[in-house]
Each structure stands twice: as C-alpha cells, then as structure tokens.
C-alpha cells in the first residue's frame, strides 16, 4: 500500500497510519485469552442449572445432580420429549453446562473465559495447554439447526478431546 503526503498534511498524522498498518498483524496474531471466570457469570451457571433442574423435576420428576450416567440420561430425555427446543438457548446452554461440570471435576479441568474477536465464552481450560473445550454450546448449537442430539456421543467426543490435549502436553 502506497501512501502519498501531500505538503500541507501532518507529517505526525502519516507516522501514526503508517504504525497502525505496521502494527495490525501483530493484534491478528494474537486473537484469543482466557480469563479467570468472574462471578457474574458463576451466577448466569448456576442460575441456568436451577432453571433446567426446575423443569426437569416439573416435567419428569427427576433432579439433576444424582450422577453422570444419570444427568446425560436426563439431559438426552428432556431433547427427546421435546421439553425444551432450538430457541431455549439458556436451557440448551444449561445443559452444556452440566456436561462441562462432569468434565470439570473428571479431568481437573478450570471454567474460564475465553474471548477472541467474536467475543466471550464459557470454555473449560486444558491445565499448561493453550487450548480449551466449549461444552457450554456443543448442544445448544445443534438443537439450533434442527440437528440430531446425541448426549453420550457428544459427552465422549469432549472427553476424548481432553484425553488428546493431555497426552500433547506429556508427549512434548
């Protein structure tokens, strides 16, 4: 790119324009960074818990909370009877949570905040890895489009994803 100062223009005015464009790639370079988890959005979590948990007790008479095998079931049921659809994205969200709270406490994993320049996330951080897990989204973004659910597969998919992380971290 060719930039042309004309006389009367501010020689301090092309200096920084031509920083700016210097500068830019190294802004791109870096485009992603977690953040400790702050308490608003420990409340969104567990506000979004009860709400799904409610519906569930209202709804199947069962509550969230008894074991893995038991809320992946749950979570699979409430898809399957169409208790919550592709527009209830706190509950869908919820839901993800609840995967990502099992994945959390199995693979001594931390919730953070991942931002990057479509914005913020709940994510699961890999410990000494760059890397995370979205579960928060893994079933809201398929309920969204009308796709098939499958709890258990998506649950498996997270862990073996974690389980791949880890191993890079021994390997190097």
Not at 29 to 41: E, G
Not at 67 to 87: A, F, M
Not at 107 to 123: E, F, N, P
Not at 129 to 139: C, G, H, L, N, S
Request: hydrophobic residues 40%.
């Amino acid at each position: 790119m060719f930039c042309r100062v004309e006389t009367g223009e501010n020689p301090m005015r092309f200096l920084a324009l031509a920083l700016l464009l210097i500068l830019a790639p190294v802004s791109i370079a870096d485009p992603w960074r977690t953040d400790p988890i702050t308490p608003l959005d420990e409340k969104y979590m567990e506000d979004s818990r009860n709400e799904l948990n409610d519906l569930s007790r209202i709804e199947l008479g069962r509550s969230f909370g008894e074991s893995r095998d038991n809320d992946l079931r749950l979570i699979q049921t409430l898809l399957d009877r169409k208790l919550v659809n592709g527009e209830q994205t706190r509950l869908l969200q919820a839901m993800g949570i609840i995967l990502g709270d099992y994945l959390q406490k199995e693979h001594q994993l931390k919730w953070v905040i991942y931002t990057d320049r479509l914005g913020r996330s709940r994510a699961l951080e890999v410990p000494f890895k760059d890397e995370a897990i979205f579960p928060v989204t893994q079933i809201s973004s398929r309920a969204a489009v009308g796709g098939d659910i499958d709890v258990q597969a998506i649950y498996q998919r997270l862990e073996e994803e974690i389980k791949r992380a880890k191993k890079k971290i021994i390997v190097r």
